[in-house]
């Protein structure tokens, strides 16, 4: 049995927000939707929440159908953006504020709270309020509050996105390290694609409404179904040439690349920076018009004949107007129809 199943969600305004979503999570599953702001990603888990009324489609938690249920009857939790922390409460009352409703007698509820707390590293923090926290702090707090509960279904709406980068990358492993030890099912919304493709072991990639793609972190990575994904997907932005297929081979101008296809027509050739190498003895050459030192290395935007620009990513270094060869790490590109369908 699937521990959350959705079928058919749709959500309309004078638009569709949301549009004909079909997916299922299995139990200690984590699943991240992935997608820029406006997507509809917040949409959806108000919706599984119970926090807006979808327009049609279904809900199943645990083989039950929500759609008519209250929020506080769906047993989930949510941890929303901006933490939802009472400013007037002290910790512990933050934390234990849905047991308290659910009417636990105090000695459980004093052990709950005190073992989720333990497990956050914040049981030094019950006696404060939210106005003595940091970012982090809070943060902590507003995932206490979720676990107490012992719910079905987590739902994380953007929870790091107020942190900083250094904090928000330690919350993020130990977010992924406590789910896991919960057998946690968490649906987790976010538009940065390294949380997802760091915490999840599946994503599903939102746009304008629709699913574009579910899979694993290395399939969305390795196997982007459309160009969307493909260009949406990526630590660096990712280079798309317009061009013509025919008889195997892609062509931009003078530029020729063999492709391994029968497909005749308008395509669109995609290659990340990282899968282009730069070689004395590469096939193609083109002058740096651009540097970006990135720490570990450089990412180099070089100019070719045509108007085609490529960035590629290197160790070397390079000045600017320096003539570089390069090649391109076999099968490592993508290629997509006019309408952008892998082909």
């Known amino acids: 049995m699937h521990q959350l199943k ?71 939790s949510m941890v929303f953006q901006n933490y939802a922390l009472y400013p007037h409460m002290k910790v512990f009352d933050n934390i234990a504020v849905g047991l308290k409703l659910k009417k636990f007698p105090k000695k459980l509820i004093k052990e709950k709270v005190f073992k989720v707390s333990k497990l956050l590293r914040i049981d030094n923090l019950l006696d404060r309020y939210p106005s003595q926290l940091s970012g982090g702090q809070m943060q902590r707090v507003a995932v206490a509050r979720a676990i107490v509960k012992n719910p079905s279904l987590f739902l994380l709406d953007e ?29 987790y919304v976010t538009h940065d694609q390294i949380e997802a493709m ?51 081979i892609f062509q931009k101008g003078k530029f020729y690349f063999p492709v391994d296809t029968d497909y005749t027509g308008k395509a669109y050739l995609c ?44 160790t070397n270094r390079y000045s600017l107007g320096e003539i570089v060869s390069f090649t391109i790490k076999d099968n490592k590109y993508f290629l997509f129809d006019s309408r952008g369908r892998r082909i």
Do not use: W
């Not at 130990?174 to 919960?182: C, T």
């Not at 599903?204 to 160009?227: F, R």
């Open 6 to 76: 959705i079928e058919k969600l749709n959500k309309k305004y004078d638009f569709y927000v949301l549009k004909d979503i079909t997916f299922s999570i299995r139990k200690g599953e984590f699943i991240s939707i992935l997608g820029p702001s406006g997507c509809g990603k917040s949409t959806l888990l108000k919706l599984i929440a119970g926090l807006e009324k979808e327009t049609s489609g279904d809900i199943y938690i645990e083989g039950k159908k929500v759609n008519h249920l209250h929020p506080k009857d769906r047993n989930i």
């Open 159 to 187: 929870p790091l996105s107020n942190l900083d980068a250094q904090i928000r990358e330690q919350t993020r492993i130990e977010l992924k390290k406590l789910f896991k030890s919960l057998n946690a099912t968490v649906l």
């Open 198 to 248: 760091s915490m999840s072991d599946r994503i599903i990639v939102l746009n304008n409404g629709q699913i574009q793609q579910i899979g694993t972190p290395e399939q969305i990575y390795h196997q982007p179904e459309n160009l969307f994904v493909a260009t949406f997907v990526g630590n660096f932005r990712i280079n798309i040439l317009e061009g013509i297929v025919k008889d195997s």
């Open 271 to 314: 290659i990340r920076p990282e899968h282009i190498k730069d070689t004395k003895t590469g096939k193609y050459s083109g002058n740096i018009s651009l540097v970006e030192n990135i720490g570990s290395g450089y990412i180099y935007t070089i100019n070719m004949q045509d108007n085609i620009e490529l960035r590629f990513l290197s």
